[in-house]
């Protein structure tokens, strides 16, 4: 089963879904994790209070660019409510394979790139465990 996994997280590595920046974009965020130099850049547009279509770009390891991906395709769709309530367990599960913390801080950057954005765009509450997030540098 873990070859599975390793297999998605390859595609989606190689082959990025939603890769790419919406310009103009309704909210836009960027993220760094200085200890491996993952950088994540996020734009979303909505339709509503539903995310209608969501692009991100940026450079680093399989992990933060395959979650990055990943959960592309695990918002589109979804209201801003329903985003800003995810927890990082759900991008986890979809990722499949166990990670060490220095890796988990790779998985769920994109996640918390996306979450400042919709904070900034809609004003949506910002979890604590973003809000203090220094250590992944996200504005």
Not at 55 to 62: D, L, Q, S
Not at 74 to 83: A, D, P, Q, Y
Request: charged share 25%; with cysteine.
């Amino acid at each position: 089963m873990d070859d599975l996994y390793r297999e998605l997280i390859l595609d989606h590595y190689k082959s990025p879904r939603n890769h790419g920046e919406l310009d103009p974009a309704d909210g836009k965020a960027h993220g760094h994790n200085p200890l491996c130099g993952d950088d994540v850049e996020v734009t979303v547009n909505f339709a509503e209070d539903v995310i209608d279509a969501i692009r991100f770009k940026g450079r680093g390891c399989a992990i933060s660019q395959a979650a990055t991906s990943i959960l592309t395709e695990l918002v589109k769709g979804r209201t801003v409510s329903e985003i800003a309530d995810l927890d990082k367990q759900v991008l986890l599960d979809e990722l499949g394979v166990p990670l060490t913390p220095i890796r988990l801080k790779c998985a769920i950057l994109g996640l918390g790139v996306l979450k400042v954005a919709l904070h900034k765009a809609k004003g949506t509450p910002l979890p604590a465990e973003w809000s203090g997030a220094d250590d992944l540098m996200l504005r």
